[in-house]
């Protein structure tokens, strides 16, 4: 099966800061990888499909790149409401594994 | 609006069963792909099963493979996992959630319920 790979496992930056959170596959899987975010106590919520399409509703900071093995998510200027653990996941057959997750805080 | 509302979820030995329930509203759940996604206490996610519309088609992660089985009534608007042969390992919360389409592909788990905690012990 191939296996997602999350990088850092957390990390802790300041407001309004660049922030990039990596995602890595042990094999090709095109674009078929997805993004959520888990906030503290909530499940979680869709945020990024086709490794770069924003879904409705999600702020324009967040963006999305990458294909084939490496992808990344990016938070253009981090704000409070952002800290959550952020998940990649790969969707282009089963399983559909999530990577481990990457927590980001606030400096 | 869209909800999901599992119930089910509890207490049970090593080797028990247990049946995951997931009620659908606000949306058409005929027409949606259905999952099951579990996270123990202070893990990450894992995805466990998928279903198609109609159920002719199910995944599952190899760890529940023969041991838990997904299953859906359309006429009900529910969604159904069945635990067998319950470990320790499968203490998680567990949440279901429609499956988003773009285009012609199945592209992420869009709306999820509150989930439903599973504590397997003795």
């Known amino acids: 099966d191939i296996q997602m790979t999350q990088s850092p496992s957390s990390l802790s930056a300041s407001v309004g800061d660049r922030v990039t959170i990596t995602c890595r596959a042990s094999?090709?899987?095109?674009?078929?990888l997805a993004w959520y975010q888990q906030k503290p106590g909530k499940v979680p919520k869709f945020l990024i499909y086709a490794a770069s399409t924003l879904q409705s509703g999600v702020p324009s900071r967040f963006s999305g790149s990458g294909s084939g093995t490496y992808f990344t998510l990016t938070i253009s200027s981090l704000q409070p409401e952002d800290v959550a653990t952020y998940y990649c996941q790969k969707y282009n057959s089963a399983p559909w594994t999530f990577g481990q997750g990457t927590k980001v805080e606030i400096k | 609006e869209v909800q999901l509302v599992e119930s089910g979820g509890g207490l049970v030995q090593p080797g028990g069963s247990l049946r995951l329930s997931c009620a659908a509203s606000?949306?058409?759940?005929?027409?949606?792909?259905m999952s099951w996604v579990r996270q123990a206490p202070g893990k990450g996610l894992e995805w466990v099963a998928n279903?198609?519309?109609?159920?002719?088609?199910?995944y599952y992660v190899d760890s529940v493979k023969g041991r838990f089985t997904i299953s859906r009534d359309n006429a009900k608007n529910s969604l159904y996992l069945q635990m067998n042969s319950l470990r320790a390992e499968d203490t998680a919360v567990y949440y279901c959630a429609n499956i988003i389409v773009a285009g012609r592909n199945l592209v992420g788990h869009l709306s999820w319920g509150q989930g439903t905690l599973v504590t397997v012990s003795s």
């Open positions: 606000g949306f058409t759940f005929s027409t949606y792909w």
């Open positions: 094999q090709g899987i095109s674009n078929y």
């Open positions: 279903i198609k519309q109609d159920g002719s088609e199910k």
